[in-house]
């Protein structure tokens, strides 16, 4: 599975961004999708994930109420949907397909695409 992020940039805090992971070589509907973003000089941390038909989401809790995950499986993409962004979400935002995501162990991993949150 090949996996394309997009729909990074800059933003003021207090703002929205939606982000995009095509998928392609794959059955798209046979995976579970996420979401993890790594910040300057942090480690890469989980964000989102959700299942193959999209029945269940889970987010971190630092941006529950904030992010919401979603995915088209028609259109073989998953979504990160960013709410009232806060500079410290400032990060790489990396996009994931399979394998064991809770532990950030997928399958595949897209090449990622940079948020900038400013104050």
């Known amino acids: 599975v090949q996996l394309q992020a997009s729909g990074g940039g800059l933003v003021q805090a207090g703002g929205s961004l939606r982000l995009s992971c095509a998928a392609s070589g794959r059955p798209f509907s046979n995976y579970i999708m996420g979401w993890f973003r790594q910040a300057p000089g942090k480690e890469r941390e989980f964000v989102a994930t959700?299942?193959?038909?999209?029945?269940?989401?889970y987010r971190a809790n630092s941006v529950s109420g904030r992010f919401t995950i979603s995915r088209d499986n028609a259109k073989n993409t998953v979504y990160l949907q960013m709410n009232s962004l806060r500079p410290e979400d400032t990060a790489v935002y990396y996009c994931?397909?399979?394998?064991?995501?809770?532990?950030?162990?997928?399958?595949?991993w897209g090449q990622g695409t940079l948020v900038t949150v400013s104050s």
């Open positions: 994931a397909a399979g394998g064991n995501i809770a532990t950030a162990n997928p399958d595949y």
């Open positions: 959700i299942t193959w038909n999209g029945g269940r989401t």
